[in-house]
Nanobody, 115 residues
Framework: QVQLRESGGGLVQPGESLRLACAAS????????VAWYRRGVDKTREWVGG???????DYEDSVKGRFTISRDNAKNTIYLQMNNLKPEDTGVYYC?????????WGQGTQVTVSS
């Protein structure tokens, strides 16, 4: 079993930054591969980006150049640094880990970008 817990969400103004964290615990293999998703106001779940076990990152086009995923193996934590936030980035952000025995999700953290 794997437990994922997101944190770091909040209310910010356009152009500001937030850093989300996804803390993993349980039976995990380090380094951990994780994907970030978000569910926007239209309730559609959207892939935001991810990091592989090898450290390769990839991002959805609308966040490229603004969002950065990193990992702290010692803390079993994956970060999503979000800069120059826009109102359309508003949503609940989730981290996801997939492996042979299943797909694991965190509970989500709310990000609201509004003036």
């Amino acid at each position: 079993q794997v437990q994922l817990r997101e944190s770091g969400g909040g209310l910010v103004q356009p152009g500001e930054s937030l850093r989300l964290a996804c803390a993993a615990s349980g039976v995990i293999t380090i380094p951990l591969s994780v994907a970030w998703y978000r569910r926007g106001v239209d309730k559609t779940r959207e892939w935001v980006g991810g990091i592989t076990t090898g450290g390769t990152t990839d991002y959805e086009d609308s966040v490229k150049g603004r969002f950065t995923i990193s990992r702290d193996n010692a803390k079993n934590t994956i970060y999503l640094q979000m800069n120059n936030l826009k109102p359309e980035d508003t949503g609940v952000y989730y981290c996801r880990h997939a492996r042979d025995d299943g797909v694991y999700w965190g509970q989500g953290t709310q990000v609201t970008v509004s003036s």
